[in-house]
């Protein structure tokens, strides 16, 4: 079974599969902080690059030249894509990596069970292989048309949310219908070995079935939700992973998919305590609308008052401590750069600038805090929910770019809120607050924001980079 490598002993395979683990989780520790997370990212790639490597040179599946190519294809579409999609766009992009993963995990499954045991295969079927095919066909068909929906809606393809009566019982008849395939497939390979034709169609229907369970899981789901989501695909395509390994027998396969599930599941429930939601609820219940936002006319109609630059311009120039709130009309509007420039003109001014990141601000856990670092944001200025909030009540002016629902005072007071005790950012407490949105529309959670009527909140209306940009030219003018 050796290919190139077969003079070496077989523990050169294993001393290569720990080295590439060793990398995995050095890199992962790496990824914790954003000032290592760069060193993460090269620390992981390397210990792919050995895996990967190894396994090509060591077995002969196909030609290593026939090999090599599809790795150097995959890896230019790979680097174009890397380089070429906007920062902005990288939650699609992530959940489209998630998909490919899961994906092919659920492929490569297939491949080793009709290798394993069509008409030429062994005698004996090992039921622990036709058991972790089964898992990986379930975990992967549902993450690769779950990613696959997810990325459409964060890309505006897939009308958001999308409900329809008896939902939930469908997803359930789906999950039993793949748990039912698996069974069929592992019960037929544990009585006999029988022919490709006989056993297969049970793989494919299980995969057929958690594929449709996917998109109907995902169909569902807001906006407001996409962080968790997210993360729990990300882990679904780890575990997808780790399952195969068990199905190939290959160890680093189980690490790699290990760490990777593992890690994602961790980031999902920091999500979901984030928002105060349970997994449960995000993937059966989710956001609705309570009515309420049918009556935003009533609610802010002689209540708002607008501001513009200008008069923002002359707060800030009095101001000593400010905190930004950026929120996903931000990362839509591509205003990071302006909004760092602002907060630089600040500073060179011995104005305190903190940036307050919400966790689910954005479509994907970290998504501001990616953004502002694109934009030259020091990683010290970036402060988390718990951090921040506290410091409010000693900040003369709060600016919040595309934030809504997680600067929603509603969450606190109002128990009905489809909201109510979510943790959000006590911005009201600040001297004065300035909202920058294009309307009064109501954000995903899909309720109006009492924030918008208090007497110290100002709106600034307008798309975030020109609302932005024409700030950071009246600041300058201010001090010329």
């Not at 935003?296 to 209540?303: K, R």
């Not at 944001?377 to 951090?387: D, F, K, R, S």
Request: net charge negative; with cysteine.
């Amino acid at each position: 079974m050796l290919g190139i490598a077969a003079g070496l002993p077989p523990a050169a395979l294993s001393l290569a599969y720990l080295a590439a683990a060793v990398l995995f989780i050095h890199g992962l520790r790496q990824l914790t902080h954003p000032r290592t997370a760069r060193r993460g990212n090269i620390f992981s790639a390397a210990g792919m690059v050995v895996a990967v490597g190894v396994t090509v040179l060591w077995f002969e599946i196909l030609s290593p030249v026939v090999l090599f190519a599809g790795l150097l294809v995959g890896a230019a579409i790979g680097s174009w894509l890397a380089v070429t999609v906007d920062t902005t766009d990288m939650p699609q992009l992530v959940g489209l990596f998630n998909g490919f993963g899961g994906g092919a995990s659920a492929l490569v499954a297939g491949a080793e069970l009709i290798d394993l045991f069509g008409p030429s295969g062994p005698t004996v079927a090992p039921v622990e292989t036709a058991t972790a095919a089964a898992a990986t066909g379930l975990i992967g068909g549902v993450t690769f048309w779950g990613s696959l929906v997810a990325a459409g809606k964060l890309q505006g393809y897939v009308e958001d949310p999308v409900h329809y009566p008896g939902e939930n019982p469908l997803k359930a008849a789906f999950f039993v219908l793949a748990v039912l395939a698996g069974v069929a497939l592992v019960t037929q390979i544990e009585i006999s070995v029988l022919s490709a034709a006989t056993w297969v169609p049970s793989y494919w229907v299980l995969v057929a079935a958690a594929s449709i369970l996917g998109i109907l899981l995902v169909v569902p789901i807001g906006g407001a939700d996409m962080p968790v989501v997210i993360a729990l695909l990300n882990a679904c395509s780890g575990l997808a992973a780790a399952a195969t390994g068990f199905a190939l027998d290959n160890s680093v396969l189980i690490v790699a998919g290990t760490l990777v599930g593992a890690s994602g599941l961790i980031l999902t429930f920091i999500m979901c305590e984030s928002m105060n939601r349970t997994l449960t609820n995000v993937l059966f219940g989710g956001y609705s609308d309570d009515g309420s936002s049918g009556d935003v006319a009533d609610i802010y109609t002689g209540n708002v008052m607008s501001t513009s630059p200008e008069e923002v311009a002359m707060l800030l120039d009095v101001a000593r401590r400010v905190v930004i709130v950026p929120g996903y009309g931000m990362a839509v509007g591509q205003a990071q750069h302006a909004v760092a420039e602002l907060a630089a003109l600040l500073e060179a001014n011995d104005v305190e600038v903190i940036f307050g990141i919400h966790p689910v601000a954005g479509r994907m856990p970290g998504h501001m805090n990616v953004l502002l670092a694109e934009a030259n944001v020091p990683y010290e200025q970036m402060a988390e929910l718990e951090a921040v909030n506290p410091t409010f009540s000693q900040t003369d002016v709060v600016i919040v770019t595309g934030a809504n629902d997680v600067v929603n005072p509603s969450a606190l007071s109002e128990t009905s809120s489809p909201i109510a005790g979510m943790p959000v950012l006590h911005v009201w407490d600040a001297q004065t607050v300035i909202v920058n949105k294009r309307s009064l529309s109501p954000g995903y959670a899909g309720i109006p924001n009492p924030l918008f009527t208090y007497d110290n909140t100002y709106m600034l209306f307008g798309d975030a980079r020109e609302a932005m940009q024409a700030l950071v030219t009246e600041y300058k003018d201010t001090h010329r």
